[in-house]
């Protein structure tokens, strides 16, 4: 059965005491009421280490926002998978829109990096989703289409068993706008026929798909409910506890 997970996307957000004290907050909140769902936070790095110290045999997974494309040395300002799996991190995001636009992350980088993060022991969560424009051409699914087979395609199907997929249309990152729970299942099922086309049925069955974009606590509840969402990857709803937390618990 694959798995239910609300992951967290900070972003560059929260100077690290208050990363620290954001952990900390949502460490006692589910504590105190146990989730019914995996929970991942994923963290600029220069959180990472102490964060991971903050929720350390919690149920709360590690993540980081992105790593590197090489493998180690003269590469200033970056970050490595290995250097990141050092933190007690174990996921990283990659392939997030606002790396492949603003940073040009193209199909290629991003091939290196899932390879590195996987042969690192990082689960990846993999992130893939068209601009308004592709949408309103109505070629949403060639786009995503595209994006998995260009960049994951070469995988194993034992590797592909720690990547998980985030669907996040980029028209409804940050801008309020939701795609409705019906847009979103529409491809998240085409996700999962893609996948299974590839790597065979069992392994579409067994990934976990999320659904980003403006989730909060008032659509999570809809948008969990379809069939072929396994959560949700939240970006400014994540920077609260409260509403990440009212997210969580749309799961129950
Ligand atoms: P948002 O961001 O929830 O703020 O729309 C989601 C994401 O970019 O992962």
Redesign the pocket.
Known sequence: MRKKIVAG?W?MNLNLQEGVALATELKESLAAAKPNCDVVICTPFIHLAKVADVVDGTVIGLGAENCADKEKGAYTGEVSAAQVKSTGAQYVILG???RRQYYGETAEILKEKVNLALANGLKVIF?IGEVLEEREAGKQNEVVGSQLADSLFDLTEEQLANIIL?Y?PVW????GKTATAEQAEDMHAFIRGVIAGRFGEVAAENISILY????KPSNAKEIFSKPDVDGG??????LKCADFRGIIDAWN
């Open positions: 996307n972003k997030h829109s606002e992130c985030a996040e409804a990152i940050g801008t980003g974009g403006s989730c990857l939240i970006g400014g709803a994540a």
